[in-house]
């Protein structure tokens, strides 16, 4: 079992040791914190202030970082380095400096969006020889401004004419097809303009009441735009000289972490007249080591193992050998098992990678995908246990490329597209690539893929059945294992032994088996109606086994749907490069090519991660895995 046994203990101090109790098993980070039946009320306000404060800068400086900068900020740091720019990082100075930059740069988006909407505006108008503050009304006259198409500006002038309207209409600019026109019109004639002016598509307009002529006012907007532009090109330049500081300031908030996380480690104490008791949990085997530690450093301490209450939820640490700890993270998807479980892990991690292998069937497609996440894994120094997915996909690739060697799969191309010392010929005269021996473009090479894909499937339930009579045998309920779960294997023998060798005696054992199915099946009922559950369970173990097993289907169709793409791409990029002379068709081919079968691999492999997957949760998890476990959480001073 891969779930690692857990011990709940009580740590007692004395009182004046409990800042350094809380700064050794920070340090140690082996202990999950259990909280007081009475919490120490602390304030964390303080802490989550400054911490949102720091995320602000910190976000802030990332977007104006160089590479560089970036590159330093990422790289992993100790708990020296961590304490040093926590103590000599002007932090408030850094954070008051962004948010006056802020404060400037909004200020000036304003002023730019005032003045480009104000030149907008005026753009028509620069010949208006009036100031905007001027006022429109004489004593006679009212000054109207407006626009018309400028094809009906004749038309207007006509019909002003006609109903005898005393103005004077001058043009001064135009915006596109239209005019902008001036008019002082006699106010006792205005109904009468208006009225005219209307039928041909007349459009009143207000100006912005500002002192000067529109020239002057373009003028200044033009040049408060290239103000405000300026203003914000410093500043940017500023954050740019600021986010040197971005990589010191990552580090002041992972100290900023550690005060918050001790202070939940103060609430979590409970305290007498002269000592304090902290309850956690810790792994078993971690337990002499965390005592040893704590009685070398503090003089007056004791660790004592204690019952967890009940009905406690204990928490879930998984620890599997190296090379099956990344596919952890296909079990963390469904969530973790019960402590009371075991980890599926070790069980799944095989059909899981060979499943995601026959999805793909593509070797090209396997060396790429391993060589995309060898590189990031190589260039990163990720470690197994701490970037689980990336290994996985990487272990998948490798995986992939082996297992479609076999099934011919290369980048979608057939045999006869191959140069000749990449393929051989069959004694039927069928060209094949080096190490094929199936052919997924012809019906025998499907009608494999399909009877493989049924068999996993059969083998992987019929496996899920025995570690839930498994899991059931060794919690003390052996009868029920027994009866429930290992009399589909009985059954399941006797299946294929009448199969393989089908005589009467080999049919009569597939009736006595049965007959013990069934009775099995019924296990929990009345004598008089166990053969009667028995037979509904049968029923119901049919119908099951069925619709689960022609879910691995999807291996087969997922298994093809690669080979189809890979070859639709070459098509697509022959087919184009036709259209263009050599010289240019070479390049397009080749990026079609490169560009086609990057995505396809992306989309493949997301497919065939989620369908893989998708049979480990919901057929193979569901014959024995309940899940729902919690994550042990230890208390612990994090340098990533």
Known sequence: MAVIEMQKVAIIAHDSMKEQLIDILHKEGVMELSEANAPVAIDHTDVNFRSAELKFAITVLKGNASKETHAVAKKTTNEQEIVYAARHTDVRGIIDELHKLEETDTEAEHIKKESLKLLETLAPWTSLPYSLASNRESQTTARILGFIATLKLEELKNALKEKNVRCDISEVGTLKSASAIAVHVYKEDIRKFEEAAVTVGWTNVELPVLEGLAPELIENAHMQVKESSSIQRKNTEKRKSLSVELPNLVKVLRYINWLDDK??????????????????????????????????????????????????????????????????????????????????????????????????????????????????????????????????????GIVTFFVSIPFGGWFGFAPEQAPAFLTRTTADGNVLFLGQIWNLSTQSGINFLQNLSLC?????????????????????????????????????????????????????????????????????????????????????????????????????????????????????????????????????????????????????????????????????????????????????????
């Open 263 to 396: 202070q939940c480690a103060r609430e979590a104490m409970s305290a007498t007249q002269s000592t304090t008791t902290l309850l956690g949990w810790t792994p078993k085997k971690n337990l002499p080591a965390l005592e040893a530690k704590l009685q070398d450093n503090l003089s007056a301490v004791a660790v004592l193992k204690v019952k967890p209450d009940e009905n406690e939820e204990v928490p879930v640490l998984l620890r599997n050998p190296l090379a099956i700890a990344p596919f952890e993270s296909v079990t963390n998807l469904y969530g973790n098992p019960l402590y009371s479980e075991g980890d599926p892990t070790m069980s799944l991690a095989p059909f899981f990678a060979l499943f995601f292998a026959l999805c793909l069937t593509d070797a090209g497609y396997g060396a790429i995908l391993a060589l995309i996440f060898g590189i990031a894994i190589w260039k990163k120094r990720l470690k197994i246990r701490e970037s689980k997915l990336a290994w996985t996909l990487f272990l998948g």
């Open 456 to 640: 996993l499937g059969i083998t992987h339930l019929f496996y899920g059945m025995f570690l839930a009579g498994y899991h059931k045998w060794i919690h003390g309920k052996k009868v029920e294992a027994l009866w429930m779960n290992f009399t589909s294997h009985l059954l399941l023998g006797s299946v294929i032994i009448y199969a393989l060798l089908p005589t009467p005696y080999t049919l009569y054992l597939l009736y006595a088996v049965l007959v013990i199915f069934i009775w099995g099946k019924g296990y929990g009922a009345k004598w008089f109606l166990r053969p009667i559950v028995g037979a509904m369970g049968l029923l119901n173990f049919g119908i099951g086994l069925l619709s689960n097993t022609l879910s691995y289907l999807r291996i087969l169709a997922l298994g093809l749907v690669t080979g189809a793409i890979a070859m639709a791409i070459n098509q697509v990029a022959v087919e184009v490069g036709k259209l263009f002379p050599i010289w240019v068709a070479i390049p397009v081919m080749i990026g079609i090519f490169l560009m086609g079968h990057l995505i396809s691999i992306a989309l493949n492999t997301l497919g065939s991660f989620i369908h893989s997957g998708r049979l480990q949760f919901i057929e193979f998890f569901s014959q024995f895995f309940e899940g729902g476990g919690r994550s042990f959480s230890p208390f612990k001073r994090s340098t990533n």
